[in-house]
């Protein structure tokens, strides 16, 4: 696929910006502060997809397009005429529902698709592969790279950290209701991990750019510089004990109040995988954030490669603010392990 790389090379009419951008998930985790902070930029026109049957509240200032996830014209016809297309599914829909939307894209003639494949820093082969999540990612990037038409831009932005904190021992290792903690090691490696709002204000910047250079002298940030790469963000590079010391400077705690428990990073993901195993969907959960845990184990992208976070503008966030976010998820009784004891009893993730 050759693409002009100029914007003075385009023909008439090219206006050198996204204006169109189309959405599959927008009620989701990561595609609600996506959708959200796109409304509040107010620059683009948002067509959210959406099964015919779904009662998904979706934002004000969105175009709703019904379709028939089965029925790849469907899909097609609600995509022709989009410039961007974000991919934000739950990891429940069924296996290669990506890959159908993305053929879809190919057919509609969209230029850019940001697949599912947020979190995980993409470069990272072995990391891919201890998670679990590097299977997922690749196939959506092929997908888009088969389909010979559309370029792609992974948001490679580390774990929520929101989700993460609120999700229990089996993620971020605090068990609020108990007070209990679970570190890996001693709990000081080092990891990336993004909020939701960052997450949603790096997609809204970066649709903000223009779409190519002007021309060879023009050295001012486009879109065209992702192009098939990822786009690397993060709100914050910490330790499971800064979580804790956050967690206990918005509660008003001190160590003292918890029952801290540590294990190898490395048992811990064997026990993760052992469980998972027995069909428990936790274990998925326990093996990756033992995983991201481990020493040098590479969840610690920012210490290899640039963030991206300069040039898009993006905000110093307050950790113990996000903190305060993610505390009153739990407070206000978000379900801590959802899809992932749908089939199996709560387990104690401790030995």
Same mark, same amino acid.
């Given at each position: 696929?050759?693409?002009?790389?100029?914007?003075?090379?385009?023909?008439?009419?090219?206006?050198?910006?996204?204006?169109?951008?189309?959405?599959?998930?927008?009620?989701?985790?990561?595609?609600?502060?996506?959708?959200?902070?796109?409304?509040?930029?107010?620059?683009?026109?948002?067509?959210?997809?959406?099964?015919?049957?779904?009662?998904?509240?979706?934002?004000?200032?969105?175009?709703?397009?019904?379709?028939?996830?089965?029925?790849e014209e469907s899909v097609i016809s609600?995509?022709?005429?989009?410039?961007?297309?974000?991919?934000?599914?739950?990891?429940?829909?069924?296996?290669?529902?990506?890959? #159908?939307?993305?053929?879809?894209?190919?057919k509609a003639g969209v230029p850019w698709?940001?697949?599912?494949?947020?979190?995980?820093?993409?470069?990272?082969?072995?990391?891919?592969?201890?998670?679990?999540?590097?299977?997922?990612?690749?196939?959506?990037?092929?997908?888009?790279?088969?389909?010979?038409?559309?370029?792609?831009?992974?948001?490679?932005?580390?774990?929520?950290?929101?989700?993460?904190?609120?999700?229990?021992?089996?993620?971020?290792?605090?068990?609020?209701?108990?007070?209990?903690?679970?570190?890996?090691?001693?709990?000081?490696?080092?990891?990336?991990?993004?909020?939701?709002?960052?997450?949603?204000?790096?997609?809204?910047?970066?649709?903000?750019? #223009?779409?190519?250079?002007?021309?060879?002298?023009?050295?001012?940030?486009?879109?065209?510089?992702?192009?098939?790469?990822?786009?690397?963000?993060?709100?914050?590079?910490?330790?499971?004990?800064?979580?804790l010391d956050s967690v206990n400077r918005?509660?008003?705690?001190?160590?003292?109040?918890?029952?801290?428990?540590?294990?190898?990073?490395?048992?811990?993901?064997?026990?993760?995988?052992?469980?998972?195993?027995?069909?428990?969907?936790?274990?998925?959960?326990?093996?990756?954030?033992?995983?991201?845990?481990?020493?040098?184990?590479?969840?610690?992208?920012?210490?290899?490669?640039?963030?991206?976070?300069?040039?898009?503008?993006?905000?110093?966030?307050?950790?113990?603010?996000?903190?305060?976010?993610?505390?009153?998820?739990?407070?206000?009784?978000?379900?801590?392990?959802?899809?992932?004891?749908?089939?199996?009893?709560?387990?104690?993730?401790?030995?």
């Amino acid at each position: 696929m050759s693409t002009p790389m100029y914007a003075k090379d385009q023909p008439a009419g090219f206006t050198n910006r996204i204006e169109r951008v189309a959405i599959v998930g927008a009620g989701g985790k990561i595609g609600k502060p996506i959708t959200d902070a796109l409304v509040a930029e107010g620059k683009h026109t948002i067509t959210v997809l959406t099964r015919e049957d779904s009662e998904t509240q979706l934002p004000r200032g969105v175009k709703v397009a019904r379709v028939n996830y089965e029925k790849e014209e469907s899909v097609i016809s609600a995509l022709r005429g989009q410039q961007f297309l974000l991919i934000a599914m739950a990891t429940t829909a069924p296996p290669g529902s990506q890959e #159908k939307i993305i053929a879809a894209a190919a057919k509609a003639g969209v230029p850019w698709v940001m697949p599912n494949a947020y979190g995980s820093d993409i470069y990272n082969e072995s990391l891919g592969k201890d998670t679990m999540m590097g299977p997922g990612i690749k196939s959506g990037i092929k997908a888009v790279e088969d389909g010979g038409v559309s370029s792609w831009i992974a948001l490679t932005c580390g774990v929520w950290f929101e989700f993460s904190l609120a999700m229990g021992p089996w993620w971020f290792g605090i068990d609020f209701a108990n007070k209990r903690i679970e570190q890996c090691d001693n709990g000081n490696t080092l990891i990336n991990t993004s909020t939701w709002e960052q997450c949603g204000r790096a997609i809204a910047s970066l649709l903000s750019l #223009k779409e190519l250079p002007e021309d060879e002298e023009d050295t001012s940030p486009s879109i065209s510089q992702w192009r098939n790469r990822a786009l690397t963000i993060s709100s914050f590079q910490i330790s499971q004990r800064d979580i804790l010391d956050s967690v206990n400077r918005v509660k008003g705690l001190t160590n003292a109040d918890w029952q801290i428990q540590q294990e190898p990073s490395h048992v811990r993901y064997q026990r993760g995988l052992n469980l998972l195993k027995t069909g428990n969907r936790l274990g998925f959960a326990l093996a990756l954030y033992a995983r991201i845990f481990y020493p040098n184990g590479g969840a610690n992208f920012e210490a290899t490669q640039a963030l991206d976070n300069k040039i898009l503008g993006l905000p110093k966030e307050d950790l113990d603010e996000a903190t305060r976010r993610a505390i009153g998820m739990v407070d206000a009784g978000f379900n801590p392990l959802g899809d992932y004891t749908a089939d199996h009893p709560i387990e104690s993730s401790s030995n």
